[in-house]
């Protein structure tokens, strides 16, 4: 792989999604907007929101990835990008939809669950308490 070049792997919890050597640049979406690597880039981190990844091979070839919020590293040549879940695709709008009903929708469904456990925890919690007292 030549200097000018970056390795990307895209992990997951439990597997290898993709290990791409000769990766020309590289857009990922924050928090803060949309975040772009070219080879020379310095090292840098950079946390991940639900959206697009897109990266361009050596050959010119525009490759879309959905991901799930996560964390980017670039050390060196080498970029690992770790997410919760990931969807490739070319359709781009079809990614984009899987973003919008997949990794949004579910994080709100995960945030409704957190709270109905904060409150039963919190009762359970008021029971103790009671059961001391008495």
Do not use: N, W
Request: proline residues 5%.
């Amino acid at each position: 792989m030549p200097a000018s070049l970056m390795r990307l792997k895209v992990l997951l919890p439990f597997a290898v999604f993709a290990d791409t050597p000769g990766v020309s640049r590289i857009v990922a979406e924050t928090p803060a907007g949309s975040f772009g690597l070219l080879p020379h880039r310095l090292d840098c981190v950079a946390a991940l929101a639900p959206g697009i990844l897109t990266y361009q091979t050596q050959s010119g070839d525009e490759v879309f990835v959905a991901v799930d919020q996560g964390v980017l590293v670039k050390t060196g040549p080498d970029v690992l990008v770790s997410v919760r879940r990931a969807i490739g695709g070319t359709d781009l709008s079809r990614l984009r939809d899987a973003v919008q009903k997949q990794f949004v929708t579910l994080r709100d469904d995960e945030q409704s669950e957190r709270r109905v456990i904060a409150k039963r925890e919190a009762g359970l919690l008021r029971r103790l308490v009671e059961l001391q007292r008495a």
